[in-house]
């Protein structure tokens, strides 16, 4: 294992963020086919809570948070019970540099709260 990373995000603050915003300033922090994906799902505000929670676990697994690697180089595909990540960038630069070669990750809920953890191996 090369590192780990956990996130947990209260559902309403991200539902809150999502709502104030508009399409192009999410665009900052989502790749579209993250918007798109998550505006389909059957629970889009926990969908998007999992994508970001997921991106903050990455950062905190690669060791620099997200200091120098944009929201958009992390993109993140929940599953039933686990979350698939694809890197760019600078994000993809210091995995390569960690020698990370592959991504676990899962995400439960639970009342308003989602929780996110990734290993890198």
């Given amino acids: 294992m090369k590192g780990i990373g956990i996130d947990i995000v ?22 579209s086919k993250e918007l798109e994906r ?3 799902s ?3 505000n926990r969908s998007f809570a999992i994508c970001f929670a997921a991106k903050e676990a990455v950062g905190k697994a690669l060791g620099t948070g997200l200091v120098d690697i944009g929201w958009n180089e992390i993109e993140a ?3 039933q019970d ?6 760019e960038g600078a ?3 210091q995995a390569k540099r960690l020698a990370i070669r592959s991504w676990l990750g899962h995400w439960c809920s639970w009342d308003d709260h989602v929780l996110v953890r990734m290993l890198a191996v």
């Fill in 38 to 40: 998550c505006q389909a």
């Fill in 77 to 79: 595909t929940p599953l």
């Fill in 82 to 87: 686990k979350v698939i990540v694809q890197l």
């Fill in 42 to 44: 059957s629970n889009p």
């Fill in 10 to 31: 209260p559902i309403p603050r991200i539902t809150r963020l999502i709502e104030r915003y508009d399409l192009e300033t999410l665009s900052l922090l989502f790749v």
């Fill in 91 to 93: 994000a993809s630069s």
